[in-house]
């Protein structure tokens, strides 16, 4: 055989050799680019994987493959975290897992660092010991402060010792895993005192109020007496014009703090005169503390009360939670015996 025949086979094998190679690498190609974007099978809703300080991305491909992902080489994964940019760039935090995803979507979410993010809400009227329960229970945060007490809980928050009650705003929070519930608190306590230092920077002129803390005070009692948002600025009303004339505030509420775990449901007139430092129909002005959580709304009605008359109020007795308002202790005494009748009337047998 001529050499050039030889040469001209060879240039066939080898031409024939690359286009072997070429859909090879198209082959490979494909199966790459269709595993980026398939669904991960094998995975159930609510899984999740945590991605902790120093982790590599082996160690990180590592835990996927133990949540059950079994999709893509080793190799597959890593061309694709460095053509996302992700490797070397995966930030700590706990993503979620669910059959929807593709290996593109989540290497994006880690390097995004698109962690699942837990809300707690602090509901308007919780006392500072609904709220330590309620953070006991809360899903993924990490607990510091049960072993706090009240005064140690407060001096871990603003360096200094003081009541609990009433400092954190009912509001809603979002968290992430490895947040702490004092984490939760300092943010609470924060947003307290902006929204506390807003009302008293806007209040009404000639208040009986010395302090925001005073206002702070007022505004619980406001958020406890009732759950009606229009009913807010009147009944600081009252209160307010009670203060200014001297009179006793005598509202429930404060009893019922003031009794703690004693209180077990039904106020009888026994509690109205057992005297304690928040029974304000034993004691004149305001409790010494708040009784509870105010919302921003208790606030605003703390420090811009309703102008009027008025200087009594109690509930209607039905399902409404509203409230009959009267100027004078006549009047009252008819709106009582109505509550009273209303009350009988849903609790008859």
Known sequence: ?????????????M?????LAGFAAFALWQQYRAFGTSPLEGLEAGQSVVVEQGDSFATVLGKLRAAGIDEGSDLEWQLLARELKAAGRIQVG????SPELSPR????????????????TIVEG???????????RATRLEQQTPVLGDGDLMKAITGERSHPEGRFLPETYAYTRGDSDLDLLRRAHAAMQRALAAAWESRAEGLPLDSPDEALVLASIVERETGAPDERARIAGVFVRRLEKGMLLQTDPTVIYGLGERYQGNLTRAHLQQDTPYNTYTRAGL??????????DALRAATQPAEGSELYFVAVGDESGR?????TLAEHQVAVN??????????RP
């Open 94 to 97: 706990e993503y979620p897992l």
């Open 15 to 19: 031409a024939l050799l690359a286009l």
């Open 1 to 13: 055989m001529s050499r050039s025949k030889q040469r001209g086979r060879f240039r066939i094998f």
């Open 338 to 347: 109505a509550y009273i009748r209303n009350y009988r009337k849903r609790h």
């Open 126 to 136: 919780w006392n500072i010991r609904q709220l330590r329960a309620a953070l006991a």
């Open 287 to 296: 409790p010494p503390t708040p009784i509870a959580m105010p919302g921003v």
């Open 323 to 327: 409230h009959v308002f009267s100027e």
């Open 105 to 120: 979507d989540l290497l994006l979410a880690m390097r995004d660092g698109k962690v699942i993010s837990y809300r707690f």
